[in-house]
């Protein structure tokens, strides 16, 4: 499934030395220099010149939506949660910096992420202090924040590839299970929290996307490691907004569980569109994360 990493183009080549354009198969184990390098040098590794270009976007895309709705910004004080999470999610932006791809994350982050607003916000599930529905200053953040997952995941897989060379490989069949039992339940979790909406068409559709999300998993280890990533991204943002009051919703908690892992969720659903994308217009995809963060 998942598909990160500037290095790993490097994994999809011919012999003629053009890119192939089909995905591989599970790779062996990486070979005595992968596992002799530490966590850090990865890490740094994978900071380049396309980082600074990244970079520089993100300060720019933030700048153009702080001046244009500048009368909205807290001029109280640094928020240092706020703070703390934007650079996190900037430091993952300009991470491993694959063009193509994060195009394509970051087209359908906007575009999820802009049906997820309006969907929530149009049925009541969670309202802004604008009260707009939903608000424009809000939707730059999707895809920066898809982006920035998907980073989190090929930095967590790289992690989890590092444990399992001193505990031992974790059986992809455990993975298996951790995906049926984690993502089927968000899908219930989820249903149940947005019920009271049920008969809006929006939230049927919204059903049926998660019902095609969960019944299409292609890396059982990618997507719980994706879902985690997301999740944990979440935790932050959404105690940030709803604890600052920056959105509310119906059932007033700070935060609702539920919104929490639909962080880690959208994520999953944005990656499969981008994954169909991608396959349909024949364009090159980082592989799985176990081969990814191997590089």
Excluded at 137 to 152: F, K
Excluded at 217 to 245: H, I, K, M
């Amino acid at each position: 499934m998942a598909q990160w990493g500037a290095q790993a183009n490097e994994a999809y080549s011919e012999p003629n030395g053009e890119p192939s354009l089909e995905p591989l198969g599970v790779e062996p184990r990486p070979g005595r220099e992968a596992e002799g390098e530490s966590l850090l040098r990865y890490v740094l590794r994978g900071y380049t010149l396309k980082s600074l270009i990244a970079l520089l976007l993100l300060v720019g895309v933030g700048s153009s939506v702080g001046y244009s709705w500048s009368d909205l910004v807290d001029a109280n004080g640094v928020d240092a949660l706020l703070l703390g999470t934007w650079l996190w999610m900037a430091a993952m932006w300009c991470w491993r910096v694959t063009p193509r791809w994060d195009l394509l994350l970051v087209g359908t982050g906007l575009a999820g992420g802009g049906v997820i607003e309006w969907w929530g916000t149009n049925t009541g599930l969670w309202t802004y202090f604008t009260r707009e529905r939903p608000p424009l200053w809000i939707l730059p953040a999707w895809p920066i924040a898809a982006v920035s997952i998907d980073r989190m995941g090929l930095f967590y897989a790289a992690v989890f590839e590092r444990i399992e060379r001193r505990t031992g490989p974790v059986p992809e069949r455990a993975f298996r299970v951790a995906y049926w039992i984690l993502i089927p339940a968000f899908v219930v979790g989820m249903t149940y929290f947005l019920w009271p909406s049920r008969g809006e068409p929006a939230s049927w559709v919204v059903m049926l996307i998660m019902l095609a999300t969960t019944l299409t998993p292609r890396d059982t280890r990618a997507d719980v490691l994706l879902f985690l990533a997301g999740s944990s991204l979440g935790v932050f943002l959404e105690y940030w907004g709803t604890s600052r009051q920056c959105w509310t919703y119906y059932t007033y908690q700070v935060p609702p569980p539920i919104a929490v892992f639909a962080h880690g969720f959208a994520a999953l659903a944005f990656n499969r569109v981008a994954m169909a994308i991608a396959s349909r217009l024949e364009l090159p995809t980082p592989h799985a994360l176990k081969v990814a963060a191997s590089r």
